[in-house]
């Protein structure tokens, strides 16, 4: 297409675009342009000069996106408008941030409101393991944000062992946007009822009651069904013996490759460890066949597998940019004081992930 399809396009179209854009329209906007070597300032501003607004140079940048000169820092600033980009960015939700960008989320957008503030839940995803999900928080003057908040929930009425990690209440820098946090809800391999192993089912109806500081007697109540994305998931186990060092005894549990994160569970025996004194714990990285690597970014948790001393310990990650061929689960410990890794070599497993 060349500059007069384009400019004959552009004035077509210029009378459904309203004159006016939000500001960060405008700052997404100066960003594509800086990244558009072959237009020169002077091409730039003729172009601002002949449509007249705002509104004719987002116009342009769409009219651009479906062509073959657009730069890839050029789409990533057109496309990163919204700001659950920005959340996940800086919430270090690399897996969400591609899950979304792929289009695998869930957006079933429910939101209730109590007294003038409301919670909404425009994005979620479910792994298998994991469910994920944004939590918004606004008001009709935006006054209420950065509240303490907590979430409890069930599995199709039912109460089951939940792990909930809640992010923190923010406006992540937006002026006049909703607080948003990214909340997580896993549960371990085992069902603390009865030690069976227990599992979120494929599909089910997710009950969430979520309770604001301050407002202890308004409870905000949702129901959303949710659905396993099935997209590109594995699951990699061994039968490999334990591996053992010092008063340690390490076996893979499973690990789980999705887009969305990988879930690593590594059972660890604790039959020679005095449970009564702290000591140094185990942290992991995967590594593929190429020497990339993926490391647990969100802490850990665990419950004893019945009727052994063992532990199974679940760890989230970040995702595989590719399915590995092989895996390495190499363990090590973390010194806070030096900021310092070590690695113990004699527990290392090497697990190949079946194709």
């Not at 297409?1 to 004035?11: H, R, T």
């Not at 651009?64 to 789409?75: D, I, K, N, Q, T």
């Not at 923190?168 to 002026?175: D, E, F, P, S, V």
């Not at 301050?214 to 990699?236: C, H, L, Q, R, S």
């Amino acid at each position: 297409m060349n500059l007069n399809d384009i400019e004959m396009k552009l004035l077509d179209r210029r009378a459904s675009v309203p004159d006016e854009l939000p500001e960060i329209v405008n700052e997404r906007m100066a960003e594509a342009f800086r990244e558009l070597p072959s237009l020169t300032v002077k091409r730039k501003s003729k172009w601002m000069y002949i449509y007249g607004s705002a509104a004719a140079v987002l116009v342009l940048c769409l009219a651009l996106l479906g062509s073959a000169f657009v730069s890839p820092a050029m789409a990533k600033s057109l496309k990163g408008i919204p700001f659950f980009q920005d959340l996940f960015e800086l919430t270090h939700y690399i897996g969400l941030q591609t899950a979304d960008e792929k289009g695998m989320m869930d957006e079933p957008n429910v939101s209730v409101t109590h007294h003038g503030v409301t919670l909404r839940i425009p994005k979620l995803v479910y792994s298998g393991s994991n469910i994920y999900f944004v939590l918004e928080q606004d008001t009709i003057d935006h006054q209420f944000n950065n509240r303490n908040y907590s979430v409890g929930g069930k599995v199709n009425g039912e109460s089951v062992d939940m792990t909930i990690s809640q992010g923190t209440m923010k406006n992540w820098g937006r002026t006049g946007t909703p607080a948003a946090a990214v909340v997580t809800i896993s549960h371990s391999d085992y069902s603390s009822k009865d030690g069976t192993p227990y599992r979120f089912p494929n599909e089910f109806m997710l009950n969430l009651k979520i309770t604001l500081v301050g407002m202890e007697k308004d409870t905000f109540v949702f129901d959303i069904p949710v659905k396993k994305n099935e997209t590109a998931t594995k699951v990699v186990t061994s039968d490999d013996p334990p591996k053992e060092w010092k008063d340690f005894k390490i076996s893979l549990g499973r690990i789980e490759i999705t887009p969305v994160m990988t879930r690593l569970t590594m059972n660890e025996d604790y039959s020679k460890r005095d449970i009564t004194k702290q000591r140094d714990r185990l942290w992991y990285i995967l590594e593929d066949q190429d020497g990339n690597q993926v490391d647990s970014t969100r802490g850990a948790f665990g419950r004893g597998i019945p009727g052994t001393t063992m532990v199974a310990m679940n760890m989230d990650m970040d995702p595989f940019e590719r399915m590995p061929k092989k895996i390495k689960i190499i363990p090590y410990f973390y010194s806070s004081e030096t900021d310092k890794i070590t690695i113990i070599p004699e527990l290392i497993f090497t697990v190949p992930v079946n194709q």
